[in-house]
């Protein structure tokens, strides 16, 4: 079955620091995709970042990076120079081969300290 | 562009009850979805469509019922409301591949409580 774990509920980070946000997935099937989400305190959904299985290169987007390591199964959110506007929750997710579904992780609260 | 619209954004029922939640796309997106969001908790998949006229179950389908009539709408319709579907429900949509790099499109969400 496939499954996302995220194991910090929440994290504090100084402003302007990075922090990594821990993700680790499993599935037994060859091509997925994995996401990163970001949900403020105004409750909508925001796509941050995406991994595709087969890519070798570790997705960037701006000061988000996705930590990709396929023998671990994980999918670590790293976020530079945090900012204060980062506080949010955020979700890792994985979409898999074989159905037109994406499971989502229980999420992880990050705090911005000024 | 309008994105993901759904409708109401808040809405108490009672027990018994029934309603509509309604989400429309202006994407032209093939794939749609319903999640629900319980308080800390991740989403979690109800329905989904892959087109007009083709509907199945996500994880947790039961106390709900979906229709596709038009590639846009995806209406999710809860009845015989409960208070376990106390939740707050997102509608999204997506391109038809299912790994697609640019993620899905979550509408604004509806905050539902049954008392």
């Known amino acids: 079955a496939q499954k996302i774990t995220q194991t910090q509920p929440g994290m504090f980070v100084q402003e302007k620091e990075a922090v990594t946000l821990d993700c680790t997935y499993d599935t037994s099937d060859q091509s997925y995709g994995l996401f990163w989400y970001k949900q403020p305190s105004s409750g909508e959904m925001i796509f941050l970042i995406y991994?595709?299985?087969?890519?070798?290169q570790n997705a960037t987007e701006g000061r988000y990076s996705l930590n990709f390591q396929k023998a671990r199964k994980s999918a670590n959110l790293v976020i530079s120079a945090s900012q204060l506007g980062d506080s949010a929750m955020y979700f890792c997710a994985m979409s898999y081969t074989g159905g037109f579904k994406t499971i989502f992780g229980a999420g992880t609260r990050l705090f911005v300290k000024a | 562009n309008a994105g993901v619209t759904q409708t109401p954004k808040f809405r108490i029922l009672k027990i018994g009850q029934s309603m509509t939640l309604q989400c429309t796309q202006d994407m032209n997106h093939n794939y749609m979805y319903w999640y629900r969001q319980d308080p800390g908790m991740g989403l979690k998949l109800i329905y989904y469509s892959v087109g007009a006229g083709i509907t199945d179950k996500g994880e947790v389908p039961n106390g709900y019922n979906v229709s596709r009539s038009t590639t846009e709408d995806f209406p999710l319709r809860l009845e015989l409301a409960a208070p376990s579907q106390t939740s707050v429900y997102f509608c999204a949509s997506s391109y038809a591949v299912e790994n697609r790099a640019d993620g899905y499109t979550f509408g604004s969400g509806t905050r539902l409580t049954v008392v």
């Open positions: 991994q595709g299985s087969y890519d070798e």
